[in-house]
């Protein structure tokens, strides 16, 4: 299959531009900045999925369910639980929208005069931004459900419901492809088979996902998309950035390493709600300038879910999950209509009601130990007090909310939603939790730094006043949002981001290529079972301390069975007072097992790195395991030559010697892990299993 995303040791030191964060904000500012010319990567914590590779069944769902505190976590349903507001999100090469229902709705203008946007923007709503919203859905093709089709049982229930109670139903846009199949910038996409899984994960590639919209426009014009890059913050130095991360997942934590960074001389900061405010209040507290409003006025976007149980008539609410899909009973794409109550005299009392589906992984949806049976879902978008609180506690992100309960729609929207199921002769089951999926605000756009973290352009203010900016530092997704949207939000941080990406290449004198994409074929492999592990040595090197953390990936584990000689790919950083004052990065590391060195077998690295200074070493080590020696010792000594450069050629600065302590290896060994798609447990333990039987015969464990 087709893939986007590169290996993490593939990551350069420095690029023009960093994009961290690759949902709807991410996707846009990598497209628009890769059309413009600019040399950029994007940086994305999660995984990349492809079709057949998002949950189907419960205790697949169960896996990839992180309830995160800290930015490290990986799993496609990122799960931040509060005291008063749980919010959920998604992981990976495109963000939420792999996982939310694709309703490209518009907010009501009046949502724009709102005093809270700052007055550039409330001015120019029908010129700027409007353009946005339109190259936003130019890039989304958003559509209603077509007449053609089967229609969904939800979809006559809730257009039953609203026609008993007197509200105004109306088709959702939504970007979902029905049309025949057809290829979109180098990805083959299919029409939708009317599943209902929509927000486990698209197994059938018919959502217009920011991963088969944008990020492959990015990918064509020369973008380099990077997976599992945990960004942790981002630190000044001189007229450009230092993006601080770490490789998420792979247990650097255990040995105290320092975070790995690259360099860049623009930063968009794209990583969500969540994640970009976790981002930048860990980079105020490294000491960055920023505004002390950071972290305030989170909005649930008025979310709240609410079911039935028992309707009259079948709903065929439940997706189709890994059961045998029958065509004549479509469930629909998971939201499809929504009864509309905006308009009201007060902004602050409009809702809209969507008809929903519970994907088939979670077909047994219990509410406090209740089966649903016949269930009816909805989803329910209005407005909020936007007085939540994000914050750092011990290094996690901590939500505090405490009226969250207490805004208008508190109990006029669930004594509504009761009357829609009520009329179709079922029953009222509330949610027994409080959560959002819009999450909105933390990084809200103002005037200046007293009232909010960017400005109307998504620049981020220098300082705790004033008006001053970092030019080079953006932020564009839903944190900047300053209030509530009435609507699904994922239109509307599109279209700021394109706004704010237009005002940035007119500032920078740069040019927008427009026109359909290039025909880049996209790199075709199927992420083969592999084994990653990390380690540390510890020595001297021409009289100073040296330390190294590496994490070493082997990506095609059935191929270095066949030939253990070949090289792996090696990340990490370097700790050597000698040479910099900070940790140095390595990039392009490579280490060969298995190789002979000096007549017998042993192990060889060679690594770049990089200081956060910019200057670049070269460093070779190699350990030589003997017939007649002592393994142990072998295998945990490193003699190293450090060169001046980026390679063997340049001038030897000096030699030394490491050593792997007997905890660094307990602890090595306790990070080492099967790496690919989809695998089950007792394929994790075989892959490992044959990881040991390779190394034996390479010689480097004795005959296996």
Request: aromatic share 6%; with cysteine; charged share 20%.
């Amino acid at each position: 299959m087709p893939r986007l995303s590169r290996p993490i040791e593939c990551l350069r030191p420095y690029y023009q531009a960093v994009v961290i964060g690759s949902g709807h904000g991410g996707g846009v500012a990598a497209t628009r900045l890769a059309r413009a010319g600019v040399e950029v990567a994007v940086l994305e914590r999660g995984r990349e999925f492809l079709p057949g590779d998002f949950p189907a069944a419960e205790a697949a769902v169960r896996s990839e369910l992180r309830e995160a505190t800290t930015s490290a976590a990986v799993g496609l349903f990122d799960l931040r639980r509060g005291a008063d507001m749980h919010v959920l999100v998604g992981c990976g090469l495109g963000g939420t929208s792999l996982i939310d229902a694709s309703v490209c709705l518009r907010p009501e203008p009046r949502v724009f005069a709102d005093p809270r946007w700052p007055a550039a923007l409330r001015e120019e709503q029908d010129s700027r931004l409007a353009a946005g919203f339109r190259r936003a859905e130019a890039m989304l093709r958003p559509t209603t459900y077509p007449e053609g089709l089967p229609q969904p049982a939800k979809l006559r229930t809730l257009l039953r419901a609203g026609a008993a109670l007197g509200m105004h139903a109306r088709s959702l846009p939504i970007a979902v492809n029905f049309s025949e199949d057809r290829e979109v910038a180098g990805l083959r996409q299919q029409a939708c088979k009317l599943c209902g899984d929509c927000v486990t994960g698209c197994n059938h590639d018919a959502k217009n996902t920011v991963a088969a919209t944008y990020l492959p426009d990015a990918h064509a014009h020369g973008a380099e998309l990077f997976t599992q890059v945990a960004v942790r913050r981002l630190e000044r130095l001189g007229s450009g950035w230092l993006v601080h991360y770490d490789c998420a997942g792979a247990g650097r934590e255990r040995f105290g390493a320092p975070d790995m960074v690259v360099r860049a001389d623009l930063v968009i900061i794209a990583a969500g709600t969540l994640g970009t405010t976790e981002i930048l209040l860990r980079s105020r507290a490294a000491g960055l300038g920023l505004s002390a409003r950071l972290g305030e006025r989170l909005s649930g976007n008025g979310n709240r879910l609410g079911f039935g149980r028992d309707q009259q008539e079948p709903v065929d609410a439940v997706g189709w999950g890994d059961r045998p899909y029958t065509p004549d009973t479509p469930v629909g794409p998971t939201l499809t209509a929504m009864l509309d109550a905006r308009g009201q005299a007060r902004l602050e009392d409009d809702f809209i009601i969507q008809d929903g589906a519970i994907p088939g992984a979670l077909g047994q949806w219990t509410i406090a130990g209740e089966v649903l049976r016949n269930p009816a879902a909805f989803l329910v978008t209005g407005h909020d007090n936007c007085d939540g609180v994000m914050s750092l506690v011990d290094d996690a992100l901590q939500i505090v909310w405490p009226e969250a309960e207490r805004g208008s729609e508190a109990t006029r929207i669930p004594s509504t939603l009761a009357r829609v199921v009520e009329s179709q002769g079922g029953t009222f089951v509330a949610e027994p939790w409080r959560m959002t999926v819009n999450p909105l605000g933390g990084c809200v756009m103002a005037e200046d730094a007293t009232n909010g973290v960017v400005d109307h352009r998504g620049r981020v203010f220098a300082g705790e006043a004033g008006t001053d900016v970092y030019e080079d530092l953006l932020v564009c997704d839903g944190s900047i949002v300053p209030r509530s949207l009435g609507a699904n939000p994922l239109l509307t941080i599109c279209a700021l981001a394109e706004r704010n990406l237009e005002l940035l290449a007119e500032a920078r004198g740069w040019t927008i290529a427009e026109g359909p994409a290039p025909a880049r074929p996209l790199p075709i492999h199927d992420e083969p079972t592999g084994v990653c592990f990390s380690e540390a040595m510890r020595g001297h090197f021409a009289g100073s301390p040296i330390e190294c953390v590496l994490t070493v990936f082997i990506r095609d584990l059935a191929r270095f069975c066949r030939a253990p000689g070949q090289a792996a790919g090696v990340i990490g950083t370097v700790r050597a007072p000698a040479l910099s004052a900070g940790p140095l990065t390595i990039s392009a590391g490579r280490r060969n097992l298995g190789a002979v060195v000096d007549g017998a077998r042993g192990l060889r690295d060679r690594l770049r790195l990089h200081s956060r200074e910019g200057k670049t070493y070269y460093l070779e080590g190699h350990r030589i395991v003997r017939e007649d020696g002592d393994r142990w010792r072998d295998l945990t000594t490193v003699v190293c030559t450090l060169h001046e450069g980026d390679g063997p050629e340049g001038a030897v600065l000096g030699t030394g010697v490491m050593h792997m302590q007997r905890n660094d290896l307990r602890a090595a060994l306790e990070t080492l892990q099967a790496t690919g798609a989809q695998l089950t447990a007792a394929e994790r333990a075989a892959a490992l299993a044959s990881f040991g039987e390779c190394l034996g015969y390479a010689g480097l464990f004795g005959a296996a």
